[in-house]
C-alpha cells in the first residue's frame, strides 16, 4: 500500500495537476494510514496493560500456592494424629482380645471405619500434592512468559537508545540548525525545521537538508526492521501557489519528498510511510514569527516492530 501511495504522489508531482478523483484516493489512503498509525499507539498501551495484569496474575498464584502449602501441613498434622489414634486403638484390641466376641468385632469395626477414614485422607493428600505440582508448573510458565515479555521490552528499549545515539552521531552537526532528535515514548522523534529543508511554499529539499536526510538514511539502513514514518507539518498561512490546492497538499508533498530522498539512499519502501498533518498539529502557538517556523517542520517518527511482543502475548 505504500508503494502504491508513493506511485500516485509521484504521479501528482510529475503532472502538476490534482484532480479531485485523484485527490480524494490520496486522502482515503492517508487516512487509513493515520489509522495504522493509531493502532500501532493503541496496541502498544495495551501490551504494557497486559504486561500488568500477568504480573498480577503471577502475584495471586503465588498467594494459591503459599494457602495450598498451609493447607498440605495441616492435613499431615491431621494424619499424623489420626495414626497416633490408630496405634492406640491397635493396642486396646490387643488387650481386649480375652474380651466377648461382640466387644472385639465393635473395636474391629471401629478400627475398620479409621482405616477408611486415613486412606480417604491420604488420598486427598494425594489429590492436593498432584494440584499443587500442577499449580507449580502454571506458575513456573507464567513466571517465563513475563521474564521473556521482560527481557524482550528492556532489548526493544536498548535496542531504540542505541540507534537514537547512532542518529544523534550521524546528525551532530545539524543540531541547533533547525533539528533536534529526542527519545520519547519508546520511539524516536527527529524534527527538522523548513529552514533547514524548504523554501517558503517549497517541497524541492535544499542541498543542506539533504546532506541530513542522507545521514539519517545512513543508519536507518542498518536498522532494516524499524518503522519510519515521515509526517509533514505546516503552519496556519494559507498556501498561495498555484500547483496545489492547500496547506494539506503541501504537508504531504514535503513528506513524501523526504520519503524519496531515504528510499533514493536505499532504505527499504516496506518501512516508510508518509503523511501530511497540515497545521493541525502545532508545537508552538502560530501567533508569533518564531512560533509559525518552528511549526513548519518535518517529524521523522521511528518506532520498534512489535511483532515479537505480540506473538508471545499470544502463545
Same mark, same amino acid.
Given at each position: 500500500m505504500k508503494n502504491i501511495v508513493s506511485i500516485l504522489v509521484t504521479a501528482?508531482? /510529475? &503532472?502538476?495537476?490534482? &484532480?479531485?478523483?485523484k485527490f480524494t484516493e490520496l486522502s482515503d489512503k492517508y487516512n487509513? /494510514?493515520?489509522k495504522t498509525n493509531?493502532? /500501532? !499507539?493503541?496496541?502498544?498501551d495495551e501490551l504494557l496493560k497486559n504486561k500488568n495484569k500477568l504480573a498480577s496474575n503471577l502475584e495471586n498464584l503465588q498467594e494459591q500456592k503459599s494457602g495450598l502449602d498451609e493447607e498440605l501441613k495441616a492435613l499431615q498434622q491431621k494424619i499424623a494424629a489420626s495414626k497416633n489414634n490408630y496405634n492406640q486403638l491397635q493396642s486396646s484390641y490387643d488387650n481386649l482380645s480375652s474380651n466377648s466376641s461382640s466387644a472385639i468385632n465393635a473395636k474391629v469395626k471401629e478400627n475398620q471405619k479409621l482405616l477408611s477414614e486415613l486412606e480417604s485422607k491420604e488420598k486427598i493428600l494425594l489429590e492436593e500434592k498432584a494440584n /499443587?505440582?500442577?499449580l507449580k508448573e502454571a506458575l513456573e510458565a507464567r513466571s517465563k512468559r513475563i521474564s521473556d515479555l521482560e527481557a524482550l521490552i528492556a532489548s526493544k528499549e536498548a535496542a531504540m537508545q542505541k540507534l537514537k545515539n547512532a542518529i544523534s552521531e550521524a546528525l551532530v552537526g545539524f543540531e541547533g540548525k533547525g533539528l533536534t532528535v529526542e527519545n520519547r515514548d519508546g520511539k524516536i522523534y527527529v524534527s527538522m525545521e523548513n529552514k533547514l529543508l524548504f523554501k517558503s511554499g517549497q517541497w524541492a529539499v535544499g542541498a543542506n537538508g539533504k546532506n541530513a536526510v542522507v545521514k539519517l538514511a545512513e543508519v536507518l539502513v542498518n536498522n532494516p526492521t524499524i518503522n519510519v514514518l515521515i509526517e509533514g507539518h505546516t503552519d496556519n498561512d494559507p498556501y498561495n501557489g498555484s500547483v496545489i490546492k492547500d496547506n494539506w497538499d503541501l504537508s504531504v508533498k514535503r513528506a513524501t519528498a523526504?520519503?524519496? !530522498?531515504l528510499q533514493r539512499y536505499k532504505v527499504s519502501p516496506k518501512q516508510i510511510t508518509a503523511a501530511g498533518r497540515s497545521e493541525y498539529l502545532p508545537v508552538a502557538p502560530n501567533s508569533t514569527t518564531s512560533g509559525k517556523a518552528k511549526n513548519r517542520r518535518i517529524e521523522i517518527i521511528l518506532s520498534p516492530n512489535l511483532d515479537e511482543v505480540t506473538k508471545l502475548l499470544n502463545e
Open positions: 501528482v508531482v /510529475l &503532472t502538476s495537476c490534482v &484532480t479531485k478523483k487509513r /494510514l493515520s493509531a493502532g /500501532l !499507539i493503541s496496541q502498544n /499443587l505440582k500442577k523526504i520519503v524519496r !530522498i
